[in-house]
T-cell receptor, first 111, second 113 residues
Framework: RKEVEQDPGPFNVPEGATVAFNCTYSNSASQSFFWYRQDCRKEPKLLMSVYSSGNEDGRFTAQLNRASQYISLLIRDSKLSDSATYLCVVTRDTGRRALTFGSGTRLQVQP | DTAVSQTPKYLVTQMGNDKSIKCEQNLGHDTMYWYKQDSKKFLKIMFSYNNKELIINETVPNRFSPKSPDKAHLNLHINSLELGDSAVYFC????????????FGQGTRLTVV
């Protein structure tokens, strides 16, 4: 079983739609959680951190459920510029300082 | 100025050759990484250095050897290149505990022919 699992998509949605991505992780000792965004042929960049209390950044909302080992990302009012691959990322364990990436969910927002 | 820069951006080489990829970060970070992104776009950690000390060495063939001359640089040398080494290699850096942001270089697209 992969450490971090995501639906690969692609998700094809019209502009203005709301879309949700889900992610599960296998290591209950995982400490920190993130969503990264990767545009085609570019490097990954941090989109937002994910906290147990949930957090929102403009049109983006991230949620963490530690009991279910589940992370979500909600994008409201999708823009064409949101088209990218969204990577669910967790830290592996303490002291080893490495991010473990899911394989990503591809989003295509269409006009 | 680019925060994490790696060179070259593209590398096409024949099987059996030896090649190096260089990485430099100007963020003052303590920790640097090499990740490999394969054809299925899966990003996997290869190595991590903290203040020039190797702290993570995943199951990577020993043909791959990282070198960190100082905490701002982490180079990757690959011996006897194989077709399966073709991938995009990303260098990254971060500061502090694991819940801090990692900054990635633009990637080196390696093609072995």
């Amino acid at each position: 079983r992969k450490e971090v699992e995501q639906d690969p998509g692609p998700f094809n949605v019209p502009e203005g739609a709301t879309v949700a991505f889900n992610c599960t992780y296998s290591n209950s000792a995982s400490q920190s959680f993130f969503w990264y965004r990767q545009d085609c042929r570019k490097e990954p960049k941090l989109l937002m951190s994910v906290y147990s209390s949930g957090n929102e950044d403009g049109r983006f909302t991230a949620q963490l459920n530690r009991a279910s080992q589940y992370i979500s990302l909600l994008i409201r009012d999708s823009k064409l510029s949101d088209s990218a691959t969204y990577l669910c990322v967790v830290t592996r364990d303490t002291g080893r300082r490495a991010l473990t990436f899911g394989s990503g969910t591809r989003l295509q927002v269409q006009p | 100025d680019t925060a994490v820069s790696q060179t070259p951006k593209y590398l096409v080489t024949q099987m059996g050759n030896d090649k190096s990829i260089k990485c430099e970060q100007n963020l003052g970070h303590d920790t640097m990484y090499w990740y490999k992104q394969d054809s299925k776009k899966f990003l996997k950690i290869m190595f991590s250095y903290n203040n020039k000390e190797l702290i993570i060495n995943e199951t990577v063939p020993n043909r791959f050897s990282p070198k960190s001359p100082d905490k701002a640089h982490l180079n990757l040398h690959i011996n006897s290149l194989e077709l399966g080494d073709s991938a995009v290699y990303f260098c990254a850096s971060s500061q502090g505990p694991m819940n801090t942001e990692a900054f990635f270089g633009q990637g080196t697209r390696l093609t072995v022919v």
